[in-house]
């Protein structure tokens, strides 16, 4: 089966034309290349390509110094399984080279070898994203699927390729949920067998897999429904038991879409939003998420202590230290009365300021020393339960201290 047509239909003419020239370059050069993985899926399901990923027998980071000079190849973002980025005609393509993937024990990362094309495709995760399509001259296009995935394409079901694939590689159980949802396929019954049995890995997986896994989840557009799947296996359960489940996440992050904070962490701040207290710095390290976290976390504690009646100095002493984000993200789940008194805090009393400092006091006669700290001191306090005052305003109150 010949996919050119396809191709033609979901790429742009940018896109075809740096194919294209990869095709060329590499046949020059003598080495085997094909378009691989989710890149033919979705040229076979129709869909719009983002990414173009190209699998080739060769160490790329080697061979782009090889093209043809009057092609302008910039690389980028060199990993260690022999993969980079490089930007073509303002394209952005991966390269990664053929290899295979040995795993020394589940959960961990794998160890990876030079390798024939054929026994790339071997270690691929799911039928429907082990196929490929040549871009060389002589099979330009022509799609290879060793493993039936069109079959499962046409029938709408995602399939391991062997019975140890989760054991090997745990996050595919979250990928495999994460394709369910995006696709709206179902999951194999042989392959929910395999996952389900593979549940108790998840605990194996590091931090920073697990956050790249969730956060990938929370990028798809369906993320709610494929949360909920996540629910349906207690997933999470068995990442940490403190993680909160798919229904009450969907929720939060969506009370916190109309906060004006980063939305690159947004997802991550109604996560940790969702834990007890107890158990959220424990959690907040499984995830690795690092120290901004860790000071969010404890910020998030120290409001949910709060009391509801309070005096604006007080409040004022007990939220000064407290990230804002924190104070924004506690304000979408507090009680009235805590949230009214956040929104004092950072409508009012957080932007009360001291005009007046020490050389203003010694003009008044304050002898240097504590003293003139302890005078403005007292001017804050002041304002903190009176209202923001100017500067005149200041040193007539001042003078009081004195």
Not at 97 to 106: F, G
Not at 234 to 242: P, R
Request: charged share 30%; net charge negative; hydrophobic share 40%.
């Amino acid at each position: 089966m010949n996919i050119e047509n396809l191709l033609k239909k979901t790429i742009s003419s940018s896109q075809y034309r740096a194919i294209t020239i990869l095709g060329e370059q590499f046949d020059r050069l003598g080495i085997r290349a094909f378009l691989v993985g989710g890149t033919v899926r979705d040229i076979l399901l129709g869909k719009s390509i983002t990414d173009i990923d190209v699998v080739l027998e060769a160490d790329p980071q080697d061979i782009t110094s090889k093209f043809d000079p009057k092609y302008k190849v910039e690389v980028h973002s060199v990993s260690q399984f022999g993969t980079c980025k490089i930007i073509l005609l303002d394209q952005t393509i991966d390269l990664a080279m053929a290899r295979k993937e040995v795993y020394p024990s589940p959960g961990e990362l794998p160890v990876v070898e030079h390798a024939s094309f054929e026994d790339d495709l071997a270690r691929r995760d799911f039928s429907i994203n082990a196929f490929a399509a040549g871009i060389n001259s002589q099979d330009w296009c022509e799609l290879i699927d060793f493993d039936n995935g069109l079959a499962d394409l046409e029938s709408k079901q995602i399939r391991v390729l062997h019975s140890k694939s989760f054991q090997d590689d745990p996050t595919r159980i979250f990928r495999v949920l994460r394709y369910s949802g995006r696709l709206g396929f179902d999951i194999e019954k042989r392959t929910k067998k395999f996952m389900i049995e593979g549940l108790r890995l998840i605990s194996l997986l590091s931090g920073v897999r697990l956050t790249n896994e969730i956060r990938k989840i929370f990028s798809e557009e369906n993320s709610g429904a494929i949360l909920r799947s996540l629910d349906q296996y207690e997933v999470m359960s068995y990442a940490h038991e403190s993680f909160p489940n798919g229904a009450d996440l969907t929720k939060r992050r969506d009370l916190l879409q109309s906060l004006r904070i980063d939305p690159h962490n947004r997802d991550f701040y109604a996560f940790v939003s969702l834990i007890s207290s107890l158990e959220r710095q424990n959690a907040i390290e499984r995830l690795n998420l690092g120290n901004e976290f860790m000071k969010f976390g404890s910020d998030l504690g120290r409001i949910e202590l709060l009391e509801e009646k309070v005096s604006r100095s007080e409040l004022h002493d007990q939220l000064k230290q407290i990230s804002e984000i924190a104070i924004l993200v506690a304000g979408t789940y507090v009680s009235r009365k805590i949230k009214s008194n956040l929104d004092l805090f950072l409508q009012e009393l957080n932007k009360i300021d001291l005009l007046i400092d020490g050389q203003d006091l010694i003009g008044l006669g304050v002898t240097e020393g504590p003293g003139v700290g302890d005078v403005l001191s007292k001017t804050l306090s002041y304002m903190i339960e009176s209202g923001p005052l100017s500067k005149p305003e200041q040193l007539i109150i001042a003078k009081k201290f004195i």
